[in-house]
């Protein structure tokens, strides 16, 4: 049952993307943060595995969730249970506000780590990154330190 329900939501997903025009498939970055959970904690894992069974593909396939802010709940649940901290929602001019679950597809959405050492966690690429939404994802989750202005002028 559970590998029907899977391709079915899939499918959709697929769809809902293609519509959409979102050129990366994000559920590639879920999965392998979902990896790197395992590896530090299995319990919270275990409950993500059981959460993507019940809840995640029910809520595409039967309740005709959008499945691509499904999956965005879903990034965002890894994220949370990886570090605790806040969420937040970045629009194009670079704003960043309280993150809310009907954000619009077009904001850059991150978690940010209550420990001041840790990168931001990405949470949700919009369909099209701003130059300034692109600086704040190099700045926060890539951990790249110099301004573009910069890097053009090293030598």
């Known amino acids: 049952m559970t590998s029907d329900l899977q391709q079915r939501a899939g499918a959709l997903f697929d769809e809902a993307r293609e519509l ?36 995640l593909l029910p809520s595409i396939v039967n309740e005709g969730i959008d ?45 940010l780590p209550e420990k001041n050492n840790i990168r931001a966690l990405l949470v949700g690429l919009p369909l099209q990154m701003s130059d300034a939404q692109r600086a704040a994802h190099d700045w926060l989750v890539a951990g790249k330190h110099k301004l573009p202005d910069e890097e053009q002028r090293s030598p």
């Open 67 to 111: 499945p691509l802010m499904a999956w965005r709940a879903y990034g965002l649940e890894i994220a949370r249970r990886t570090h605790g901290g806040r969420t937040v929602s970045i629009d194009a001019t670079g704003v960043a506000v309280p993150f809310e679950p009907n954000a619009p597809l077009d904001q850059l959405i991150l978690h």
């Open 20 to 55: 959409a025009g979102l050129q990366d498939d994000p559920r590639d970055h879920y999965r392998a943060s979902l990896k790197q959970l395992r590896a530090s904690d299995s319990d919270a894992y275990d409950e993500l595995v059981v959460y993507f069974r019940e809840q």
